[in-house]
């Protein structure tokens, strides 16, 4: 039964994709655009001098650039010539380094917050002042800080990833069943060994659960952190295409960063089944 749902899943999702893509190359008319008038590169990009035809160039010709960027992604010629692989490399290495100090600091600390009262009370109005705020704000103060703009930018990538950690591991923490607490008390378990053998198996899905939201948002944020401080990463490719207005290589750009964040809510969400367990 399962496997007819994913079969007509799939092939309802395929023909969703043709007809987009049919309906988007049938949408860009050939030829020049505006006749034999030549215009200048930003009215060419944003299909000016035009009254039927369109600058996004067709699903074809991002095809055939994803083919020919893809057959050799990691090269590296110089500052501005780097292949996607490459590009989307930094960004991938920044956001795990960030999201790892993250991981490192929130998964500790909402243990404590889940399991006191007094510090859950305590921290909370720190928390819902701090949480609201743009990563991106903090951009600006973390130049100044840390002079370094990749390691600012990996700042940002933490900012944003604490909160969602540490929010869903306190709460995860603090929603063990009281039931599983009272064994722990009666077998005398330590509260280190009940913090590891009870709670966290318990917690497990919860915290999980914070940690793919902030792989999540950890990706968003590089993106647009890079097209910020420049000079490496996926964020700065995208920028740098458009400055030379290449659609095709900025479209081509948008759907890797999609794959990318595809492939890691992926992980994030195989780990989570995998700690998940029936009452």
């Known amino acids: 039964m399962l496997a007819n749902v994913n079969v007509r899943a799939a092939i309802v999702s395929i023909a969703i ?9 049938a949408s860009v008319p050939g030829g020049a655009i505006g006749g034999d ?7 060419m990009l944003t299909g000016g001098g035009s ?4 600058s996004i160039p067709a699903p074809s010709a991002v095809i055939s650039h994803a083919i020919t960027e893809l057959s050799d992604p990691f090269y590296d010629r110089g500052t501005n010539d780097k292949g996607i692989g490459t590009q989307l490399l930094y960004s991938v290495g920044r956001v795990l380094t960030g999201y790892g100090f993250a991981v490192l600091l929130a998964v500790p600390l909402g243990f404590v917050i889940g399991m006191s009262p007094v510090m859950q009370k305590a921290l909370n109005p720190y928390i819902q002042v701090l949480r609201p705020i743009s990563p991106l704000a903090w951009m600006p103060l973390a130049l100044f800080i840390i002079q370094d703009s990749i390691k600012s930018a990996i700042f940002v990538i933490f900012i944003c990833s604490i909160w969602p950690i540490l929010v869903n591991t306190a709460f995860g923490v603090a929603s063990v069943k009281k039931d599983l607490l009272n064994v722990a008390k009666t077998l005398e378990l330590s509260p280190l060994k009940t913090a590891i053998t009870v709670i966290l198996p318990a917690a497990a899905p919860t915290i999980l659960t914070g940690m793919r939201i ?56 195989s780990a989570t089944r995998m700690v998940q367990y029936a009452d």
């Open 214 to 269: 902030a792989v999540g948002i950890s990706w968003l944020v590089i993106v647009a952190a890079e097209m910020l401080v420049g000079g490496t990463g996926i964020g700065y490719y995208v920028w740098n295409e458009w400055n030379n207005l290449d659609l095709t290589s900025v479209i081509f750009s948008i759907l890797m960063i999609g794959v990318v964040g595809m492939i890691l809510d992926t992980l994030l969400a």
């Open 51 to 54: 009254t039927s035809g369109s």
């Open 17 to 25: 994709l043709a007809v987009l893509l049919i309906a988007w190359e």
């Open 37 to 43: 008038e030549e215009l200048s590169e930003y009215e």
